[in-house]
């Protein structure tokens, strides 16, 4: 059974970090691109970042760029989410997914997701 399982979230001050992981277990993600996403109460679902397997290039959504960085250790089958300098408005649920393409993985139509961890950002 392939999982995608999430930790690290909790509650952080504004101008605080946190680091999110995701342990990925069933199947060998290291040819899959993999990211993350946030949903906050009332709002659609948000991709954050994603990672290639390959060369390890990023991608970020603009409103995390030079706070949050992603990063992936394939010995590990995991994926992480570096975020510093946290705001009130990063507060959210945070998924870790992966999928085949890279296209796929950032449209939010992932194959797989976790199920969520919850960061909290206090002002």
């Known amino acids: 059974q392939v999982q995608l399982v999430e930790s690290g979230g909790g509650l952080v001050q504004a101008g605080g970090s946190l680091r999110l992981s995701c342990a990925a277990s069933g199947r060998s993600f290291s040819r899959y691109p993999m990211g993350w996403f946030r949903q906050a109460p009332g709002k659609e679902r948000e991709f954050v970042a994603a990672i290639r397997w390959i060369g390890e290039s990023t991608y970020s959504a603009d409103s995390v760029k030079g706070r949050f960085t992603i990063s992936r250790d394939n010995a590990k089958n995991a994926v992480y989410l570096q975020m510093n300098s946290l705001k009130p408005e990063d507060a959210a649920v945070y998924y870790c997914?992966?999928?085949?393409?890279?296209?796929?993985?950032?449209?939010?139509?992932?194959?797989?997701w976790g199920q969520g961890t919850q960061v909290t950002v206090s002002s």
């Open positions: 997914a992966a999928a085949a393409r890279l296209g796929t993985l950032t449209s939010g139509a992932a194959d797989y």
